[in-house]
């Protein structure tokens, strides 16, 4: 980390710019918290999604690795053999896809690709279409004082945003309503309605 800044703070900051801009395009929003002093597990967090009836869940986390020239973005997703989610792969894949992508298109981060994982615990307990964004590693110097610059956190949010609109098509169709939720470590929602939206929940971990 050679900002300085913690994974949970820099977690918190972009989801509640992502949280801001769909509110601005009439997206009503759901936070799993909204400061760094709330304690809320993965289970909770999945869970409050879920009751809140939101179309999609989403995680924003951030990455780190041993090799500090490892870089880039990537999702993760719950596979199609998973006991809890398989149900699910389908949908959260095209959520992966389409976020990952309009996220590095935007930012310029290398692109990792989407990733199963069966082991997380916000993930198998959602009922709803999941994924996790990392949205690059604080372990890669270039990646981690990119995702303090200021300019380049707007790029991440338009990215992410614009990743959303397009899994709903609402580039090419009427509206949808989202929800999205906000998370830590493994952590967090947000949700938004308008007439013709889907619903999606946004996490961003501690």
Same mark, same amino acid.
């Given at each position: 980390?050679?900002?300085?800044?913690?994974?949970?703070?820099?977690?918190?900051?972009?989801?509640?710019?992502?949280?801001?801009?769909?509110?601005?395009?009439?997206?009503?929003?759901?936070?799993?918290?909204?400061?760094?002093?709330?304690?809320?597990?993965?289970?909770?967090?999945?869970?409050?999604?879920?009751?809140?009836?939101?179309?999609?869940?989403?995680?924003?986390?951030?990455?780190?690795?041993?090799?500090?020239?490892?870089?880039?973005?990537?999702?993760?997703?719950?596979?199609?053999?998973?006991?809890?989610?398989?149900?699910?792969?389908?949908?959260?894949?095209?959520?992966?896809?389409?976020?990952?992508?309009?996220?590095?298109?935007?930012?310029?981060?290398?692109?990792?690709?989407?990733?199963?994982?069966?082991?997380?615990?916000?993930?198998?307990?959602?009922?709803?279409?999941?994924?996790?964004?990392?949205?690059?590693?604080?372990?890669?110097?270039?990646?981690?004082? &990119?995702?303090? +610059?200021?300019?380049?956190? *707007?790029?991440?949010?338009? !990215?992410?945003? @614009? /990743?959303?609109?397009?899994?709903?098509?609402? &580039?090419?169709? +009427?509206?949808?309503?989202? *929800?999205?939720?906000?998370? !830590?470590?493994? @952590? /967090?929602?947000?949700?938004?309605?308008?007439?013709?939206?889907?619903?999606?929940?946004?996490?961003?971990?501690?």
């Amino acid at each position: 980390k050679y900002t300085g800044v913690p994974e949970y703070k820099l977690n918190l900051d972009i989801s509640l710019m992502v949280r801001d801009a769909l509110e601005d395009k009439g997206y009503r929003v759901l936070m799993t918290r909204t400061d760094n002093e709330t304690a809320i597990s993965n289970m909770e967090r999945a869970c409050l999604a879920n009751d809140a009836g939101a179309d999609v869940s989403i995680r924003i986390h951030a990455n780190g690795s041993e090799d500090t020239s490892t870089n880039g973005a990537l999702a993760l997703i719950g596979s199609k053999e998973n006991q809890y989610v398989g149900d699910l792969y389908e949908t959260s894949y095209r959520l992966a896809d389409s976020v990952l992508t309009s996220y590095c298109e935007s930012t310029g981060m290398k692109n990792l690709g989407v990733t199963v994982n069966d082991t997380m615990t916000g993930i198998n307990w959602s009922q709803i279409p999941v994924m996790i964004l990392e949205m690059g590693f604080m372990s890669n110097e270039a990646d981690d004082r &990119n995702m303090e +610059d200021d300019a380049y956190r *707007e790029k991440m949010v338009y !990215g992410i945003v @614009t /990743g959303i609109e397009n899994y709903y098509g609402f &580039n090419d169709m +009427d509206s949808h309503a989202l *929800e999205i939720g906000e998370q !830590g470590d493994d @952590t /967090g929602d947000s949700l938004k309605e308008d007439e013709d939206r889907k619903s999606t929940r946004l996490n961003s971990s501690h």
